[in-house]
């Protein structure tokens, strides 16, 4: 017996079919979340989005902990606490804001933890007028609520998980004040002192 070839139209409805399924495979892998460190800034690029911060609008860069009372217990966070959250809120995309708002729901436990009364409140408001007089509607005034309220209880505005990176937290966190410290200005007076 002979093996014959496929016909040329039977390789060409093949790949008609093939590219477009690899394509969509591709679409919907995850992509890891990319950090980038300048000497004039951060900017990430999350799967839903991307944002950037000057240094010069970060207050604190550190490990977020809980438990006052009963020694403290670190989270696989990095916090940054923000000069002005109209920086981060002006350029977040929604599609990334309102990701954050469902991957943050272990914060907002978090928070209850500390004795946060209005932590698990399950649904923020969507208009908010900040202190500055800036307005926000929509997904991203629910985020400027959700930053309020767990500034209030866990002390940061913006918490980067860690794990997201493949990095441990004091990895991470030593990595945002080297590079924020590179850009030839003081640190802030209100970042803790580095640890070894």
């Known amino acids: 017996m002979r093996a014959t070839l496929p016909e040329a139209h039977s390789l060409i409805a093949l790949l008609l079919v093939a590219a477009p399924a690899l394509w969509l ?3 919907m892998l995850p992509r890891p979340s990319m950090l980038s460190l300048t000497a004039t800034g951060m900017a990430l690029d999350h799967r839903w989005g991307r944002f950037q911060l000057p240094w010069s609008a970060i207050a604190r860069i550190d490990t ?3 438990g006052i009372s009963n020694g403290y217990q670190e989270l696989p966070y990095v916090g940054i606490q923000l000069r ?3 920086l981060l809120l002006d350029n977040l995309s929604l599609r990334l804001a309102s990701r954050w708002l469902i991957e943050q729901r272990d914060l907002l436990r978090y928070a209850e933890q500390e004795g946060a009364t209005d ?9 908010v007028q900040l202190a500055s007089g800036q307005y926000y509607d929509g997904v991203i005034a629910m985020f400027a609520q959700r930053m309020a309220r767990l500034r209030q209880h866990l002390g940061f505005d913006l918490y980067l998980p ?10 991470l966190r030593l990595a ?3 590079a924020r410290n590179q850009q030839g200005g003081p640190a802030p007076q209100s970042d803790v002192k580095e640890r070894p």
Not at 119 to 127: F, G, H, P, V
Not at 162 to 171: I, K, M, Q, S
């Open 119 to 127: 932590a698990r409140l399950d649904w923020e408001e969507d208009q």
């Open 25 to 27: 495979t591709s679409i």
């Open 176 to 178: 945002l004040i080297k």
């Open 162 to 171: 860690a794990a997201e990176f493949g990095l441990d937290c004091d990895t």
């Open 64 to 66: 977020v902990r809980l």
């Open 84 to 86: 002005q959250p109209e």
